[in-house]
C-alpha cells in the first residue's frame, strides 16, 4: 500500500507521483503496442482469405491439368507449415519488431509475385507467390505470442483475443480487394494482387512505428507488473532472463508434458477446420449449392472463427483454460453433428459457423496454456516447436481434404475429423 501522503516529506512525494505519471505512460505505450498488433492482424491475415476466394479459380485458369487447380491454396498451408520453425527462431535473434517487419516485407513480395503470375500466364509462379504468402502468415501467427507476453499473466487471454479479433477485419478486408480490384488492369485479378501487396507495405509502416523497439532475447517482450502501489516501476522493455530461464535454453528442456496439451488443442483446432472448410467449398458445388451461397457459408464461417474474440478473452477468465478448451472441443464435435444433417444451406451454415467457434476456443486456449507453461527464454523453442506440429497437421489436413473427399464424400470428412 501507498504510505500515506501526510508522511511523505520533500522529493518523497515528486518521485512516487513521478512514478504513478510514468505508469501510466508506460501503460499507454502497452496499448498502442497492442493496438498496433491488432491492426497489423487485420492486415496481414487479408491475404488468406483473398486466396481462398480466386485462387482455386486462377489455378483453374493456369493449371496444365485440372487435378492441379487447388495446388496454389495448399501451397499457402505448406509456406505457413516450413516456415513456422525458422520464423519463430528468427524473432529470438531479431526481435519481434524487426521479425514481425521482415514478414510484412516478404508479402509485399508474394503480392508482387503472384500478380506476375497471372499477367504472364504462369502456373508455377502463382503457386511460388502463394507459397511466400503463406511463409508470412507464418509471422502473423507469431502476433498473438507477442500480445501475450505484452499482456502479462493476468492479462494474456484477453490480449491474445482481441488480436485474434482482427481477423473479422481480415475476412472482410481480402474479399473486398478481391472483388473492387479484379478489373483495375487489364488481366483480371493482377491488380486485386498489386492492392495486397499495397496493404503489406502498410502493414510493415503500422509495424515498425506501433512495435517498442527491443533487443534479441534471452529477454522477455513484456511489461512487468501491473500495479505501481505494490511493485516497483514497470518498464516496457525487455528485461534480461533469469540464470534459470538462461540456462533453460541449454538443453532439450521441451520434452515434458506440460507442451502435450498446448500441441494437442492447436493440432485438433486446426486439423478438424482445415479438414472441414478445405471440402466445403467442393462438397456444396456437388450438393447443388450455387456460388453466392458458398460466399455466404464462407463468410459465416469466417464470422465464427474471429467474432468469438470479442469476449472469449473474458471467458478464458471466468472458465479458466480447461473448461475453455473443453469447451472448444465440444463445439467442433457439434459442429460435425450438423454437417450430417442434411445438405440444405441451413446445415452448411449451422456446421461451419460452429467449426469456427470451436476452432476459436480450442486455439485461444492452447496459445494461452503454452505462453503461461513457457513464459522464459525457451518460449521461442516451444513456440517454434508447436506452430511447426500446427500448421504441419493443417498442411496434411489440407493436403488430404481432397482425397477424403473423393473416396468417401462429405460424410467421410465428418468421420474422419472426429479422429483428432
Not at 491475415?45 to 492441379?68: C, D
Not at 492452447?366 to 513457457?374: E, H, K, P, R
Amino acid at each position: 500500500a501507498l504510505v500515506p501522503v501526510d508522511r511523505i516529506q520533500g522529493n518523497d512525494v515528486e518521485e512516487r507521483m513521478d512514478g504513478v505519471d510514468n505508469y501510466e505512460a508506460l501503460e499507454g505505450r502497452r496499448r498502442n503496442a497492442l493496438g498496433a498488433l491488432i491492426l497489423a492482424q487485420a492486415l496481414g491475415l487479408s491475404g488468406a482469405p483473398l486466396v481462398v476466394m480466386v485462387g482455386s479459380i486462377i489455378g483453374q485458369e493456369l493449371a496444365p491439368r485440372p487435378g492441379l487447380a487447388t495446388l496454389p491454396l495448399a501451397m499457402v498451408v505448406v509456406g505457413t507449415a516450413l516456415a513456422s520453425s525458422p520464423v519463430a527462431i528468427a524473432m529470438r535473434r531479431v526481435g519481434r519488431r524487426i521479425g514481425f517487419a521482415a514478414g510484412g516485407s516478404v508479402a509485399v513480395m508474394a503480392g508482387l509475385t503472384a500478380a506476375v503470375a497471372v499477367e504472364i500466364d504462369s502456373f508455377a509462379l502463382f503457386c511460388l507467390g502463394t507459397l511466400l504468402l503463406g511463409a508470412t502468415l507464418a509471422a502473423v501467427q507469431q502476433y498473438r505470442f507477442a500480445a501475450a507476453e505484452l499482456g502479462g499473466p493476468d492479462r494474456a487471454g484477453r490480449a491474445v483475443a482481441l488480436v485474434l479479433a482482427g481477423g473479422i477485419a481480415a475476412g472482410v478486408l481480402g474479399p473486398e480487394i478481391g472483388r473492387r480490384a479484379q478489373n483495375l488492369t487489364t488481366t483480371p485479378w493482377v491488380g486485386s494482387f498489386l492492392v495486397l501487396s499495397m496493404v503489406y507495405v502498410v502493414l510493415v509502416v503500422v509495424l515498425l512505428i506501433g512495435l517498442p523497439r527491443d533487443r534479441p532475447p534471452p529477454q522477455a517482450w513484456q511489461i512487468g507488473g501491473s500495479d505501481p502501489r505494490a511493485q516497483s516501476l514497470p518498464k516496457l522493455r525487455l528485461r534480461r532472463g533469469s540464470r534459470s530461464e538462461r540456462a533453460s535454453t541449454q538443453g532439450p528442456s521441451l520434452a515434458t508434458p506440460r507442451l502435450l496439451l498446448p500441441v494437442a488443442a492447436g493440432v485438433t483446432a486446426y486439423s478438424v477446420m482445415t479438414l472441414a472448410m478445405t471440402a466445403a467449398p467442393l462438397a456444396m458445388h456437388r450438393a447443388g449449392h450455387g456460388v453466392d451461397a458458398t460466399a455466404l457459408v464462407i463468410q459465416a464461417h469466417v464470422i465464427g472463427m474471429y467474432a468469438p474474440s470479442l469476449i472469449s478473452g473474458i471467458l478464458v477468465e471466468r472458465l479458466g483454460l480447461g473448461r475453455l478448451m473443453a469447451a472448444g472441443l465440444l463445439t467442433l464435435v457439434g459442429s460435425l453433428v450438423c454437417g450430417t444433417l442434411g445438405t440444405g444451406l441451413g446445415a452448411w451454415v449451422a456446421s461451419l459457423v460452429l467449426l469456427g467457434l470451436g476452432w476459436n476456443l480450442l486455439f485461444l486456449g492452447g496459445t494461452v496454456a503454452l505462453t503461461s507453461a513457457f513464459p522464459g527464454a525457451d518460449r521461442f523453442q516451444a513456440q517454434a516447436l508447436n506452430d511447426t506440429l500446427v500448421f504441419g497437421s493443417r498442411a496434411i489436413a489440407s493436403l488430404g481434404a481432397g482425397v477424403v473427399l473423393a473416396a468417401g464424400g462429405w460424410p467421410a470428412i465428418q468421420f474422419v475429423a472426429v479422429v483428432p
